[in-house]
Structure formats: structure tokens, C-alpha cells
């Protein structure tokens, strides 16, 4: 049977249309209905008016507080120059509100400059925050711990002198005692990790502040660089770390803190224009969360003018880690 569509004119109408539509793919959807497109949710990087870098995050009382090292070098300088360190808080992981700086490498009489990567732990109401500087007498990178009654601070220095010095470990290089990371497992056993080319760990006493024991290495880290992590998940201990340069994220696990540690692989590639990547991995309201840092932001962003970012994690049914997704999109706010 033959139509004639000439007896149709809604259907010639209709077909009309749909030509036009396939013939012309040139033409944008705001030229024909003049109105604009909505733009696209950006999440990442997460904060977009101050170059935050090494993050490090906290989960107390239903809020999460984030960490960040703060870079300031200028435009198309290539060097870090960092002084202090930045404070930020959310109930759902996308709405960020910035407190004012708690703590800055001043706060350390015996130091003399690079607010490096740090962390904050509570224990029993107080909050410790382990960050790595250079000291002002003894050659090289340390490790210090400033305390406060708030997470949001102010901090003062705990105990008037580094708990790591360079002197304390041998390596052949000044920077080797940076990026301290610290979890306190079932037992109340705090443990600190820190480490360039070495990953080294030691435990601390209650009082958060000294050593408690001699000073051990992980020597089975592949192509271990920098930038450890401790975290829990479901019985498992995880060390992730920056593999490489320019710097991947991939990590080991382990039935205890103290190791045997097996190494598992890549977490997350190369984050964008950036040579180093530095995570923090928490669990919030019943999701996973990698948060880290790129150098996104244009124009003058890159390896020393660097962002953080949050994406999220996934976990497979043998524990681990599924490898990161890194999205410009971001995360959903937390419900």
C-alpha cells in the first residue's frame, strides 16, 4: 500500500522536522531555542580561590575537617613555597567552610620554614596535628605535633622541639623524614608512618607526642616515593602511598598495622599537570572518599600551585581497592 503524505499534513509536518534535525547537526540546541545550556557541575577541584595541596581529612561528630598545605608561590614560579596550613569543614563533602589558619611553621620556634604535608588525629578530646618543616639547626626535613581543644584550632607546638629529626634516620638524602601519617589502632596503640625513598614507622606513647620504641622500615614498598597513608577498612589495614615520579598512588594491605604488608598495585594515575600526588581515604556516612590533589586549576595551576580534589572509592568483595576514577564532576553532596 502506497501513502500519500500530501493527504498528511501533520505527518509531513512531523517528517519535515526530523529532516531538518538530521541534516542540520551543525546547529547548536541554543541557536534553536534560543536559550542557554545550563554549564556543568565542577566540582574539582574542590577549592578554587586558594591553591591547597597535601590534604589530609578527619571524620569527629558528624563533620568532616580537612587539612591542607597551602601553596603561594607565584604565577609561572617553579618552586613550593608554602608558610602555613589551611583548615576546612562539611557536612557533605561538597559545602566547604574555611577556618581561619590554625597553625603556621611560626608556631615552631625551632623551625625555619615549608609547611609540608601534615595530619590531624583526636585522642581523648584533643587534637594532634603532625606536619613536616625544616628545621632551623639540625640540616634537614622534621617532623613536629602542634595540639589543640578544637579541631579548627588554634594549634600550639606540643612540645618545644621536633619528635623526628633528620639525625634520627639514615638516608642520603635531608628530605627523607616528611609526610607524617598517624592512626591509632583497636588497642589505643597510636602509630606514626612517615617517609622519602624510606617508609619508616615507630609508635608513639598516649601522650601523642614521643616515641615509644625504636624507629622500623617497610622495606617491601615497590617504587616507594613518598606520601604514606594508614587507613581501616572492614578488618584490613591499608598503607597507601605515591609510587614513581612523576607520582601514581598505589598501596599495600595487611591483617596488621605493623605488617607484613602485600602490595596490590596502582590506586590512581598520574593526577593531572601535577608531578606529585598526596591522598587522604576516609569512610563517611556509609561512602569512601579519596581525596587528593591535582594541578587542575587554570592557568597558573601545576606542580607548585596545586588543588585538592575529592572523587569517590570503591572496594571489591576480596578488600581491595578499585582503581580511582578522577572526575572533574566531583562527588554528590552526603545526604
Known sequence: MTINFSLLPATRTLLTGLALAVTAPTLAPTAALGQALPEPVVGNPI?????TADPAAMVYKGTVYLYTGHDEAPARQERYVMNDWLCYSSTDMVNWKEHPSPLSVKAFTWAKGDAWAS???????????YVAVEHGSIPGKSIGVAVSDSPTGPFKDARGSAIITNNMTESPISWDDIDPTVFIDDKGQAYLYWGNTN???????????????????????????EAPWIHKHNGWYYLSYAYQFPEKIAYAMSRSIEGPWEFKGILNEVAGNSNTNHQAIIDFKGQSYFIYHNGSIPTDGGSFRRSVCIDQLYYNKDGTMKRVVMTTEGIKPVK
Open 47 to 51: 577549592i578554587k580561590d586558594k591553591y
Open 119 to 129: 595530619q590531624v588525629i583526636e585522642r581523648n578530646g584533643k587534637f594532634y596535628w
Open 199 to 225: 617508609c619508616y614507622w615507630a609508635k608513639l606513647k598516649p601522650n601523642m607526642t614521643e616515641l615509644d620504641g625504636p624507629i622500623n622500615k617497610v622495606t617491601n614498598l615497590p617504587k616507594f616515593t
